[in-house]
């Protein structure tokens, strides 16, 4: 049963005072993972070993202790403490050093940015918030992946947009199906998401199904959010391409951060690449733009 089918009693408190009910928002808002994280981690063993077992379940590197930062990131935070210059409210969009970085970063030939294309969020969970929120008004619905990360479901519903799942295709390593993904679609759909490379499933999709995703977005003239926290994490002989820099058309919302690459998930450093090259996400930039001083920024 979700949260919002569960109905607030109103009980009598003393003094006189009723129960004061939680909003509904609130009340459709379950994240399953931030549930399962805030138990304590158990170390795992079975009858046949007594070796410690690690847990592959939770994707948070440093949960175990086998994986660290490196000294350099380490030392740069020092520095940037020690300054003292930073200890004030940054821009709402982030701070324009930190903005400038990640433009020079993921700035592509066929997908170029700048800094103004940089909205800093807290984490990529925040950056799917906004993102999400953005692109996405109450009544409409949006396109999510299945198996998928749950935290779409969750903000996504929490805001009343209709989720609809498109299927992804074990057989084809995880591929998206896109003859059940354009069937999902109607007039009330304000976007399509993406995980590549892909969380639960590891899959890193090829340039011809990131464009055949593409050819379908180009076709219903539907914005694209492309997740990819996991960027170039692939397997051997694999290569990662970013959605973005395969069309000169369809605008992109490309989602990312530091948590995995870097290790540190929780210093919350996530970000929005604001992929436009017709100018067609005027409105959704200023929409971002607005979004981002709820917070004032990571």
């Known amino acids: 049963m979700s ?18 009910p939680a909003s509904e928002v609130s009340r459709r808002t379950f994240n399953p993972i931030r549930d399962v994280l ?10 046949k070993s007594t070796e410690e077992i690690i847990s592959l379940s939770i994707g948070d590197p440093t949960v175990f202790g086998n994986f660290k930062t490196h000294p350099v990131v380490v030392e740069a935070v020092e520095e940037a403490i020690r300054s003292y210059a930073f200890n004030g409210y940054p821009p709402s969009v982030g701070v324009p050093q930190a903005r400038e970085a990640i433009a020079k970063k993921y700035s592509h030939p066929q997908a170029p940015l700048t800094a103004d294309d940089v909205v800093m969020a807290s984490g990529c969970s925040g950056a799917v918030e906004m993102a999400i929120s953005v692109l996405c008004n109450e009544g409409q619905n949006i396109l999510l992946p299945r198996p998928g990360f749950c935290l779409y479901n969750t903000v996504a519903g929490s805001r009343n947009v209709e989720t609809r799942l498109y299927n992804l295709l ?14 999902l679609i109607d007039r009330n759909t304000a976007a399509i998401l993406i995980n590549n490379p892909s969380n639960p ?3 890193n999709f090829t340039k011809a199904h990131l464009k ?9 003239k539907i914005p694209l959010i492309s997740d990819e926290i996991y960027a170039d994490m692939v397997f051997s002989g694999q290569v990662f391409t970013s959605t973005a820099t395969l069309t000169s058309t369809v605008p992109i919302l ?10 540190v998930p929780g210093w919350r450093i996530g970000w929005i690449l604001i992929n436009d090259r017709n100018n067609v996400f005027e ?16």
């Open 201 to 203: 499933c590891g899959s």
């Open 3 to 20: 949260p919002s089918a569960i109905a607030t009693p109103s009980v009598s408190q003393p003094g006189g005072w009723d129960a004061v």
């Open 254 to 263: 490309t989602l990312s951060g530091l948590a995995k690459q870097w290790l």
């Open 212 to 220: 055949a995703i593409l050819d379908l977005c180009e076709r219903h």
């Open 170 to 183: 074990a057989e084809k390593n995880w591929e998206a199906d896109i003859d059940h993904m354009e069937s």
């Open 283 to 298: 409105n959704v930039r200023r929409g971002l733009f607005a979004l981002s001083t709820l917070i004032n920024g990571p």
């Open 38 to 47: 805030s138990r304590p981690v158990q170390p795992l063993s079975t009858p």
